[in-house]
Nanobody, 115 residues
Framework: QVQLVESGGGLVQPGGSLRLSCAFSGSLFSIYTMGWFRQAPGKEREFVARVFNSGNTVYEDFVKGRFTISRDNAKKTVTLQMNNLKPEDTATYYC?????????WGQGTQVTVSS
């Protein structure tokens, strides 16, 4: 059983920064691919960024150069540093963990970018 708990969301002005964290409860964190997805009101959930157990990362084009995903296997956490935030980044952000047929989601944390 895996539990994911996100934190760090909030209200920020355009151009500002936020740092999201995801705490992983369970075993074998280091073998999981960890990712962040987001869902804006009225839209489908979409991929944001992913970090593999190797440490390699993948980003959706609309966050490249602004967001950075990282993981700490010792602390069993994954973070998403978000810089130069835009109003279109407003969404609920979800942490994801998957390996093979095992796929887990957190409850989400709200990010609102507004002046």
């Amino acid at each position: 059983q895996v539990q994911l708990v996100e934190s760090g969301g909030g209200l920020v002005q355009p151009g500002g920064s936020l740092r999201l964290s995801c705490a992983f409860s369970g075993s074998l964190f280091s073998i999981y691919t960890m990712g962040w997805f987001r869902q804006a009101p009225g839209k489908e959930r979409e991929f944001v960024a992913r970090v593999f157990n190797s440490g390699n990362t993948v980003y959706e084009d609309f966050v490249k150069g602004r967001f950075t995903i990282s993981r700490d296997n010792a602390k069993k956490t994954v973070t998403l540093q978000m810089n130069n935030l835009k109003p279109e980044d407003t969404a609920t952000y979800y942490c994801n963990a998957f390996v093979s047929a095992s796929n887990w989601w957190g409850q989400g944390t709200q990010v609102t970018v507004s002046s």
